[in-house]
C-alpha cells in the first residue's frame, strides 16, 4: 500500500470515527505515521483528499458488488443477493477497509452529506455513484422483461429507483433502529418484492 493510499484509507476511518469536521489533518498525519506537510505532498487541502477518499470508496464498493452480483443468472438471484446483502452493507467499513472493527459512531451517509455541503464536487461526485447504481438496476431489470422473468408492465425506471430507495433507507433505519434484524428483513424485502414482479 503507498503512502497516498494509506492517507486515504486513514481519513476514512477518522472520518467515521470523529466525524469530517471534527478530524483534523494533523489527525491524518499522526495517524498514519507522518508530518502533516507530507500530506501536502499529495493532496492540496483535506476536500481533495475527500475526493480520493470517495474514488476509495467507489472502487472499493464497486469491486465487491462486482464480485458478489457477477456470478448472478437471473434478475431473481440479483435481487436476492442485493437484498441478502443488506446486513454487509450496515458494515461497509469492513468492506471498504479490509478489517471488522466496532460500530463507527458516524454514518457514511452522515460523512456523504457533511463533505458534499462543503464542496459541491464533492456532490456531484456523490450523485454520478447514485445515478451509475440506477442505470445498472434499471438495464438488470429491462433485461428480465426481456427475457420475460418479470411482468412488461413494470416501469423499469421507477422500480430502479425503489430499489435504489430500499437499501439506502434501510441502512439508515436499521442503523437507529436496533430492533431491526435486517438479515430477516432482507429475506421478506425479496420475496415481497419478487412476488410482485414475477410473470
Given at each position: 500500500?503507498?503512502?497516498?493510499?494509506?492517507?486515504?484509507?486513514?481519513?476514512?476511518?477518522?472520518?467515521?470515527?470523529?466525524?469530517?469536521?471534527?478530524?483534523?489533518?494533523?489527525?491524518?498525519?499522526?495517524q498514519?505515521?507522518?508530518?502533516?506537510?507530507?500530506?501536502?505532498?499529495?493532496?492540496?487541502?483535506?476536500?481533495?483528499?475527500?475526493?480520493?477518499?470517495?474514488?476509495?470508496?467507489?472502487?472499493?464498493?464497486?469491486?465487491?458488488?462486482?464480485?458478489?452480483?457477477?456470478?448472478?443468472?437471473?434478475?431473481?438471484?440479483?435481487?436476492?443477493?442485493?437484498?441478502?446483502?443488506?446486513?454487509?452493507?450496515?458494515?461497509?467499513?469492513?468492506?471498504?477497509?479490509?478489517?471488522?472493527?466496532?460500530?463507527?459512531?458516524?454514518?457514511?451517509?452522515?460523512?456523504?452529506?457533511?463533505a458534499?455541503?462543503?464542496?459541491?464536487?464533492?456532490?456531484?461526485?456523490?450523485?454520478?455513484?447514485?445515478?451509475?447504481?440506477?442505470?445498472?438496476?434499471?438495464?438488470?431489470?429491462?433485461?428480465?422483461?426481456?427475457?420475460?422473468?418479470?411482468?412488461?408492465?413494470?416501469?423499469?425506471?421507477?422500480?430502479?429507483?425503489?430499489?435504489?430507495a430500499?437499501?439506502?433507507g434501510t441502512?439508515?433505519?436499521?442503523?437507529?433502529?436496533?430492533?431491526?434484524?435486517i438479515?430477516?428483513?432482507?429475506?421478506?424485502?425479496?420475496?415481497?418484492?419478487?412476488?410482485?414482479?414475477?410473470?
Amino acid at each position: 500500500m503507498d503512502t497516498k493510499d494509506k492517507i486515504a484509507r486513514t481519513a476514512l476511518r477518522l472520518f467515521l470515527e470523529k466525524g469530517y469536521e471534527k478530524t483534523s489533518l494533523n489527525d491524518i498525519a499522526h495517524q498514519v505515521g507522518i508530518t502533516k506537510p507530507a500530506i501536502y505532498h499529495h493532496f492540496k487541502n483535506k476536500d481533495q483528499l475527500f475526493q480520493q477518499v470517495l474514488t476509495l470508496f467507489f472502487e472499493e464498493m464497486g469491486n465487491w458488488s462486482s464480485s458478489r452480483l457477477g456470478s448472478c443468472r437471473n434478475l431473481k438471484d440479483l435481487l436476492k443477493t442485493l437484498f441478502g446483502s443488506l446486513k454487509a452493507f450496515q458494515e461497509v467499513t469492513g468492506i471498504i477497509l479490509g478489517q471488522h472493527q466496532r460500530k463507527a459512531p458516524y454514518s457514511f451517509l452522515e460523512l456523504f452529506l457533511a463533505a458534499s455541503k462543503k464542496d459541491p464536487r464533492i456532490q456531484k461526485r456523490i450523485e454520478n455513484g447514485f445515478i451509475i447504481t440506477r442505470r445498472f438496476l434499471k438495464e438488470k431489470l429491462q433485461e428480465a422483461q426481456k427475457k420475460r422473468e418479470i411482468r412488461s408492465e413494470v416501469d423499469c425506471e421507477t422500480l430502479s429507483f425503489e430499489i435504489h430507495a430500499l437499501i439506502e433507507g434501510t441502512g439508515l433505519i436499521s442503523y437507529l433502529d436496533h430492533s431491526i434484524n435486517i438479515e430477516r428483513l432482507g429475506e421478506k424485502m425479496f420475496n415481497h418484492m419478487w412476488k410482485m414482479l414475477r410473470r
